[in-house]
T-cell receptor
């Protein structure tokens, strides 16, 4: 199946831990994104990479570090997790400015 | 900067009712406009899009017209079904101040259809 896949789907962890979320797309898209959806369903962009190059970094704490080993992968590493980091994180990809984004199914992160 | 304003929900309708979810936007230049749908427990799916003024996007009985004069992209459906219950997001794709493009979302409208 062609898609954007992210793992894990659920992640429960304690405050202060470090965790990673992985994302892969097999659509041949050049640009990948991370979005955060809060408890009120509000979606906010965090990062964008184009061909492994960071092009958008939206005022995100530096505890969050994206890594793109190649244009098909964009992983998100989070250090020293805080309660306020609890949210659903969506990975997405796009081909060009006309097309919309293709989203993964999300990772629900719960920090306890 | 770019922004999207959606009508606040939640919206509750009876099956076969007519649906309108209002969306207006603020953007420089000529953005592309989108409606996304999020079913419970799932990710976002592209529902329809329009890339220039007066374009009409349509899919699954939903439609929306890109109105530049009123900066609007209202979502409509003539007869809703229980399976349409979801959260609907209006979005635009424009350029940031640094020339990079991103998708900016409205706050979402939760729609519930009752049999």
């Amino acid at each position: 199946d062609t898609a954007v896949s992210q793992t894990p789907k659920y992640l429960v962890t304690q405050m202060g831990n470090d965790k990673s979320i992985k994302c892969e797309q097999n659509l041949g898209h050049d640009t990948m994104y991370w979005y955060k959806q809060d408890s009120k369903k509000f979606l906010k962009i965090m990062f964008s990479y184009n061909n492994k190059e960071l092009i958008i970094n939206e005022t995100v704490p530096n505890r969050f570090s994206p890594k793109s080993p190649d244009k098909a992968h964009l992983n998100l590493h989070i250090n020293s997790l805080e309660l306020g980091d609890s949210a659903v994180y969506f990975c997405a990809s796009s081909r060009d400015r006309v097309d919309g984004y293709t989203f993964g199914s999300g990772t629900r992160l719960t920090v306890v | 900067g770019n922004s999207v304003t959606q009508m606040e929900g939640p919206v509750t309708l009876s099956e076969e009712a007519f649906l309108t979810i209002n969306c207006t936007y603020t953007a420089t230049g000529y953005p592309s406009l989108f409606w996304y749908v999020q079913y419970p427990g799932e990710g976002l799916q592209l529902l329809l899009k329009a890339t220039k003024a007066d374009d009409k996007g349509s899919n699954k009985g939903f439609e929306a017209t890109y109105r530049k004069e009123t900066t609007s992209f209202h979502l409509e459906k003539g007869s809703v079904q229980v399976s349409d219950s979801a959260v609907y997001f209006c979005a635009l794709r424009g350029r940031t101040n640094f020339g990079n493009e991103k998708l900016t979302f409205g706050t979402g409208t939760r729609l519930t259809i009752i049999p």
